[in-house]
């Protein structure tokens, strides 16, 4: 079985590609932690937020944004629910990641103070990220849709018994205040994003890198298919840095599964390796080749 490579997909019948090339999609309200991730990788892009996951990538299947920029993985929570549903049937290509330093702020109405304060709303992950700190202060955390979304509401409401776990950028965007920031239980919390594109980039096995190569695949349906397939990363020295499994169609007799590992599909170990997983594949589509991000040998 050859590898497959997403091959390009044209604008649906209809759609104009109108003011796109700036325009840079997320999943969330301004203020969202997806948002920051936007200007601090491209600060020269404007942010388009998107109600749904789905809306993000539909902004740049047709042509209204030039990217969209994806959270995948965060190193306390796991991975991100749905995305890698959507990623294999997108038509979209990875050309790049992007870490982000997750630095919970405890945000309030004017006037507010710790004293004052009885609930704090956020994402259930935030709130989950910042328990010592709702503990020590004994307050009552509860779950709003997202973390932008809890601030806004708290600008809205101007109840200085509440307040929103969020960045510090929704603070200035909802006229909050910070009454304390960094308030995250783990130093190292972190979200890694995917960086979508309507067309591939090229990239040259032989120039730049470290390089992640991004695929899914389905395994045949005999015994130890997996072991096998895997086999050739082993004996070929690739590094594998993610392995996800799930399911597709409400059928449980066979899985898909989605992986990250080092180097360039023309690099001769990859090259090797992605043979043997063909040989027990059913299915095998690469979604990218893009440089590694310099967090990778930081935070090692």
């Known amino acids: ?77 796991g991975r991100v629910a749905d995305i890698h549903h959507i990623l294999p049937r997108s038509g979209l290509y990875i050309i790049g990641e992007h870490f982000q330093p997750v630095h919970h702020h405890l945000l ?26 709702l503990r020590k202060n004994r307050l009552t955390p509860i779950v709003a ?32 205040k910070s009454l304390a920031s960094n308030i995250e239980d783990a130093e190292h919390n972190t979200t890694r994003f995917l960086i979508m594109s309507r067309t591939p980039v090229k990239v040259d096995a032989k120039k730049g890198g470290p390089y992640i190569t991004s695929f899914v695949f389905r395994v ?12 050739g990363f082993a004996t070929n020295g690739v590094n594998m840095t993610k392995l996800e499994s799930y399911m597709v169609g409400g059928h449980f007799e066979a899985a898909q599964f ?12 990859l090259k090797l390796a992605l043979e043997d997983l063909c040989f027990y594949s059913r299915e095998l589509t690469i979604l990218g080749t893009y440089p590694a991000h310099r967090y990778r040998l930081t935070s090692k």
Do not use: W
């Open 1 to 77: 079985m050859a590898v497959k490579r997403k091959s390009k997909k044209k604008s649906p019948a209809g759609k104009k590609r109108v003011g796109g090339a700036a325009l840079i999609a997320f999943q969330g309200m301004p203020g969202a932690y997806s948002h920051l991730a936007c200007r601090a990788r491209f600060p020269e892009m404007t942010p388009l937020p998107c109600a749904q996951f789905e809306d993000a990538f539909a902004a740049v299947q047709t042509g209204k944004a030039r990217l969209a920029m994806i959270p995948v993985d965060n190193s306390v929570a």
């Open 108 to 133: 309030v109405t004017p006037g507010a103070t710790l004293k004052s304060l009885k609930r704090v709303e956020s994402h259930v992950h935030a709130l989950g990220q910042c328990r010592k700190f």
């Open 145 to 176: 849709a997202d973390t932008a979304g809890a601030a806004k509401d708290v600008s809205e409401r101007k109840d200085v018994t509440v307040g929103a776990i969020a960045s510090q950028l929704a603070a200035g965007i909802y006229g909050l």
């Open 220 to 231: 045949r349906s005999v015994p130890a298919a997996l072991y096998k397939a895997l086999g």
């Open 258 to 269: 989605y992986a990250d590992v080092d180097g360039h599909p023309d690099d001769r170990p």
